[in-house]
């Protein structure tokens, strides 16, 4: 007991999410218990990875698990039931009576430790004991996903908007990558939509209040999507001013500003143009049925900025159609707005081959996309 430092609290004052992020962060090994009604469930940290969670609820055990997921009938878990002993532990019996294999075994508690893990992170009252102790870990079977992925897809879990209001701070607040947020990433398992706001957070221009416009989630889940790649490190916010106190504007000249819209249309271009080659290399000619099929799309949610706006035979979009149709809009407004539209291509690209192609190649294709986005 010499070697263990133990912290108690309230929920109410820290959220699990924090509060296991600042373990992880430190590298720590321990044991956080959370005390909810009449419950006790506990996380188990090992060297800053959440390995392993548990729970004094009925209905959390491996037994209840399996057979509320139908990995096993309820003639099994009646018989494996009756078996159990000390020494002898419901899931080993289960295999031996071939109700179920060791591999599903396996990874039916790691999903059962995820569910526990998720069913607090919604936790809004009670208390916390975390004692900070090695961890044996022979026993168990351990997650094998990194803990930044692990908090990430938890957080989904919380539906309390006061929590997440008080993450995010101020609606005028600009969120940007963090120095190592490259390295987050590779941690997670993002979807589409979840890279797409990542990437509005990259242009360091664009407000709480502007993304919830631009995300193709509702203002709930951007904002609860902000909160959680606030909380693994992986984005940092800034006060929307500049070191005078002024807001941020682009540049006033409108040669500058044609230049840089000019230059945004090329990185992009390079983003199109290798979604099209992915595309075209399947589909040959056809590739230019998916592309239309993209772009109404995107006419339907941005006409105004993508009137009469094609992609090329190398998927590459024309700058000077888009200056044209931004003329109307005034300048300090036309960076931001080009953006939107550049990125809902992107968007609606990915989508029609995940539409053509499946999940797991439009899920391949974004991660490359990603990369594309960080050279």
Request: charged share 25%; net charge negative.
């Amino acid at each position: 007991m010499d070697d263990e430092l133990i912290i108690r609290g309230s929920l109410e004052d820290a959220t699990l999410p924090e509060l296991l992020r600042s373990i992880c962060k430190s590298k720590e090994s321990g044991v956080l218990t959370c005390f909810v009604r009449d419950h006790k469930k506990s996380v188990f940290v090992h060297k800053g990875q959440i390995i392993f969670a548990s729970s004094s609820f009925l209905d959390d055990r491996l037994g209840e698990f399996l057979l509320r997921s139908g990995r096993i009938t309820v003639r099994a878990f009646v018989e494996a039931t009756k078996n159990v002993r000390p020494g002898r532990r419901l899931g080993a019996i289960l295999c031996e009576s071939n109700a179920i294999s060791p591999d599903d075994l396996v990874e039916s508690v790691r999903e059962q430790v995820r569910g526990i893990i998720h069913s607090l992170f919604g936790a809004l009252k009670g208390t916390y004991e975390l004692i900070l102790k090695e961890i044996d870990t022979q026993e168990m079977i351990v997650l094998n996903t990194p803990s930044e992925d692990t908090i990430f897809d938890a957080v989904k879990s919380i539906t309390s908007w006061s929590r997440i209001s008080k993450g995010i701070g101020s609606f005028s607040n600009v969120f940007v990558p963090a120095h190592d947020s490259e390295k987050i990433l590779l941690n997670l398992s993002l979807s589409s939509e979840e890279t797409h706001l990542f990437s509005l957070c990259e242009k360091g221009r664009f407000s709480v209040e502007e993304i919830c416009g631009m995300s193709y989630f509702t203002n709930f889940e951007t904002c609860r999507t902000l909160w959680s790649f606030l909380l693994i490190g992986a984005l940092e916010a800034h006060e929307s001013v500049d070191s005078s106190g002024e807001a941020p504007r682009r540049p006033a000249s409108s040669f500058d500003l044609e230049a840089d819209l000019h230059d945004l249309v090329e990185k992009y271009n390079d983003l199109y143009s290798h979604i099209y080659e992915y595309a075209r290399h399947r589909l040959g000619e056809e590739v230019e049925t998916l592309t239309e099929r993209a772009m109404l799309q995107v006419y339907g949610s941005m006409p105004n900025v993508t009137r009469n706006l094609r992609l090329d035979l190398y998927g590459r979009a024309d700058f000077d159609t888009f200056l044209v149709n931004l003329s109307p809009v005034p300048e300090e407004g036309r960076y931001e707005l080009l953006t939107a539209a550049l990125e809902e291509i992107v968007y609606a690209l990915l989508f029609e081959v995940g539409s053509q192609f499946g999940s797991d190649e439009q899920t391949r294709l974004t991660r490359e996309i990603q990369n594309l986005r960080h050279r």
